[in-house]
């Protein structure tokens, strides 16, 4: 069982930064997973942020383009989520997700959609307040 476990959340004042990192456990094929990164804020649903596919490649929601990238270190089980200019509306639980079904791992443009993503880590708490 594929455990992934979040870590870099906290407190940040709007257009600060925070670096989250995501870390798969006792994995040696961790580059054959396609990872997600999602968030949740209070009274709303789940929602897709960013992703890496197993081709290297990244997609994000538009919501975050041109302030998150996301990057991976397959040689240390870890994926990495930069986010930069944060604003107030970017405040959420967030959760990696990783998996390594047909659908994702031939994606060569992968798609953050939570229902397509297995495994999923515990979540860390980002806050945007002055």
């Known amino acids: 069982q594929l455990q992934l476990v979040e870590s870099g959340g906290g407190l940040v004042q709007p257009g600060g930064s925070l670096r989250l990192s995501c870390a798969a456990s006792e994995l040696t094929s961790f580059g054959h997973y396609a990872i997600g990164w999602f968030r949740q804020a209070p009274g709303k649903e789940r929602e897709g942020v960013s992703c890496s596919s197993t081709y290297g490649s990244a997609n994000y929601v538009d919501s975050v383009k041109g302030r998150f990238a996301v990057f991976r270190d397959n040689s240390k089980n870890t994926v990495y989520l930069q986010m930069d200019n944060l604003k107030p509306e970017d405040a959420a639980v967030y959760f990696c997700?990783?998996?390594?079904?047909?659908?994702?791992?031939?994606?060569?443009?992968?798609?953050?959609?939570?229902?397509?993503?297995?495994?999923w880590g515990q979540g860390t708490q980002v806050s945007v307040s002055s």
């Open positions: 997700a990783a998996d390594n079904s047909l659908i994702t791992t031939t994606q060569s443009i992968c798609d953050p959609l939570p229902n397509l993503y297995r495994y």
